[in-house]
């Protein structure tokens, strides 16, 4: 198992200790405490050197009492089979510089997404809500999904995520549905989706 | 470089005030907004640091596969674990909230762009007056707080009704707490 990126790692274990902390029935709770190694030692230092100027410009302030948490979290992470996988890193990079160097393709119509649970009963103050939109951009595209729609959609682009799309909370789908939707469907790449 | 705005993606309790030609220039990868200023996150259940800055996910646009989008996009795909721990029925409606503010909440939107920037901005970064006040990065708008956040006043957003940088408000202020219930439900 492996999660990509040092942020990932970070948010990751403490999200995972967090969660078992909550969950007291959980067997993994208990289990590791002892088992620190160096090797996730050396992966927070490298967090903390690779991202503490611009997150100090940016105002993302580490509690300094927590460092020691976060040491112990990914200590836990690693003794349990987390590992960085620095590729992942690396191929960001590498993209975002190839994105900043592409010319736009097609001048295509904006679309301007929206996501309810049903929309054959769209409540009133929605219908508000998205007709100020059409009245003030008239030139551009509207598309309302619903549950439905959103389901399909996952299906189609991102099948592993619709595997377990059930399971997961309302507030988890709509989540991922926007950036789902606005990484694959922005309209210049693939309009005939 | 030419990027193309051809996605807004607004929550249906959004009102748009402003045409969005009139905050985009179809020459920005990505236009985002900031919905609130100096969070201390202990007070929101995470405890990584305080936020100069959160950005808001309730209106942003993008062109198709802007790199900060992507990464948002596949850290939760692998975070599958994470995103159905917070589904756990062991955990209480108050602490279900508290996981995911941890895991897909703007802060975590918030992460992410910062984590692009520092990708991006080859050493020149934007400072937390940039946003207050709007900034511009490769590929990259950020609006100033008045853009998206205007009528935020309980997360430290001023609130002028003819203030010339407003383009959405939001109807429901807090919506994740006051609908929390409803939208923390696993499916049925």
Request: glycine fraction near 6%.
């Amino acid at each position: 198992m492996h999660f990509p990126g040092m942020l990932k790692v970070y948010r990751v274990a403490k999200t995972w200790v967090y969660l078992n902390t909550l969950d007291t029935s959980s067997s993994n709770y208990d289990s590791e405490e002892a088992e620190l190694t160096e090797y996730a030692a050396s992966l927070l230092r490298k967090y903390l050197a690779n991202y503490s100027e611009p997150a100090t410009r940016l105002g993302l302030t580490p509690h300094v009492e927590d460092k020691d948490e976060v040491e112990q979290c990914l200590r836990k992470a690693a003794a349990a089979g987390y590992e960085v996988d620095q590729a992942y890193d690396e191929t960001f990079h590498a993209y975002t510089e190839l994105y900043m160097t592409l010319d736009s393709l097609t001048n295509v119509p904006t679309v301007i997404f929206f996501t309810i649970s049903n929309k054959t009963a769209i409540p009133l103050s929605v219908q508000a809500s998205i007709q100020s939109w059409r009245d003030l951009n008239p030139g551009f595209n509207v598309a309302i999904h619903d549950d439905h729609d959103v389901e399909t959609l996952v299906e189609l682009l991102m099948p592993e995520l619709h595997e377990i799309w059930q399971n997961l909370l309302t507030i988890e789908r709509a989540d991922i549905y926007r950036f789902l939707v606005m990484t694959f469907l922005g309209g210049n790449v693939c309009p005939g989706l | 470089m030419t990027c193309t705005i051809t996605g807004i993606y607004a929550d249906s309790d959004t009102l748009c005030v402003k045409p969005i030609a009139r905050w985009t220039d179809r020459q920005q990868g990505l236009v985002v907004g900031v919905e609130a200023q100096n969070v201390d996150t202990r007070d929101m259940g995470r405890h990584e640091g305080n936020r100069a800055v959160v950005f808001s996910q309730y209106v942003f646009a993008a062109g198709a596969f802007h790199p900060a989008l992507v990464r948002m996009l596949y850290r939760l795909v692998d975070d599958e674990e994470t995103l159905l721990g917070a589904a756990s029925p062991s955990l209480s409606p108050e602490d279900r909230l508290h996981a995911v503010i941890r895991t897909i909440d703007p802060m975590a939107w918030t992460d992410d762009l910062a984590e692009f920037l520092c990708y991006a901005q080859s050493g020149h970064f934007l400072t937390p007056d940039d946003f207050w006040r709007g900034g511009q990065a490769p590929t990259l708008r950020v609006l100033p707080i008045a853009g998206f956040g205007a009528d935020q006043t309980h997360l430290g957003s001023p609130w002028t009704d003819d203030d010339p940088d407003i383009c959405v408000l939001r109807k429901f202020k807090r919506s994740g707490a006051l609908h929390g219930e409803s939208r923390l439900q696993a499916t049925e």
